[in-house]
């Protein structure tokens, strides 16, 4: 399921976004008992219990104990409800990274921060990046990588390059993690299950396996083993995830040796 931000009333959303205005607040009588805030919370927990796809505003409305009509004073539509969630659910990544350690260090931690900020929202991970939501705690994320990669002295257009393979690889190995645990309730066939009835069969099917894809064979020659209760391609990817940063920033160093500080947008050799 793929969920295109911006969907909303362009204007209403950005308003909303960067509170520009605050809906209800400025009506006469009692103080109103609901707000954007509480909305959103609400809707963050269903999303976070039940998953995007039960997301709805009568189903918000019923967790604050009010129709979803009564929300509609406050958030026009779901359209801007899924723009708000994703901006505040944003607002729990830090956006200050100790530097005392060099610029690795802190990527790592910017990196680390992230990968469990999407396994613990993994809703998030299906609000399409083709539009963004342009709200300010998106932007404090991207700042504090800009931050961080600043001190590596390379240039902007590089940099944007840098920025743009990060977020695509957090995000990348978090989608994957996410659907191998969504993966058991939607099949009902659990991750254990699945893999060893494939490889019994594939080792039918396919004797010469090892024969016929030795490069296959060789890469899985030396993997390390999943603990106890660990998923095995959670395990994968969580391995994948530390090996391929590791390689990723060491590409960014070598980058920034090559050109030497401020020498201008790394090109390839």
Avoid: C
């Amino acid at each position: 399921m793929v969920v295109f931000a911006g969907q909303g009333d362009a204007r209403r959303s950005m308003a909303l976004l960067w509170r520009t205005e605050e809906p209800g607040e400025s009506r006469p009588g009692p103080k109103p008992g609901l707000s954007v805030d509480l909305i959103v919370d609400a809707a963050i927990a269903v999303a976070d219990a039940e998953g995007m796809a039960a997301l709805s505003m009568r189903k918000v409305g019923e967790r604050l104990g009010r129709t979803g009509m009564a929300l509609y004073t406050y958030v026009p539509s779901k359209g801007e409800l899924v723009d708000l969630m994703y901006d505040k659910a944003l607002g729990e990544l830090p956006t200050a990274h100790d530097l005392a350690g060099g610029w690795r260090a802190a990527v790592t931690a910017w990196a680390g921060h992230l990968w469990h900020f999407y396994q613990r929202h993994p809703w998030v991970l299906q609000v399409s990046q083709a539009r963004p939501v342009l709200g300010p705690n998106e932007f404090a994320l991207l700042e504090s990588l800009v931050a961080i990669l600043r001190e590596t002295g390379l240039r902007p257009p590089a940099l944007r390059g840098v920025v743009s393979l990060l977020f695509d690889f957090v995000r990348g190995a978090a989608r994957t993690v996410a659907e191998s645990r969504q993966a058991p309730s939607a099949t009902g066939v659990s991750d254990e299950e699945w893999w060893h009835t494939r490889s019994r069969l594939l080792e039918e099917v396919a004797p010469g396996f090892a024969a016929r894809f030795p490069m296959v064979a060789w890469i899985e020659s030396e993997g390390s083993v999943p603990g106890e209760g660990e998923p095995y391609l959670e395990h994968q990817v969580n391995e994948a995830f530390t090996v391929g940063l590791t390689v990723l920033l060491d590409g960014v160093q070598a980058a920034v040796e090559r050109t030497g500080p401020h020498a201008g947008p790394v090109s390839a050799p």
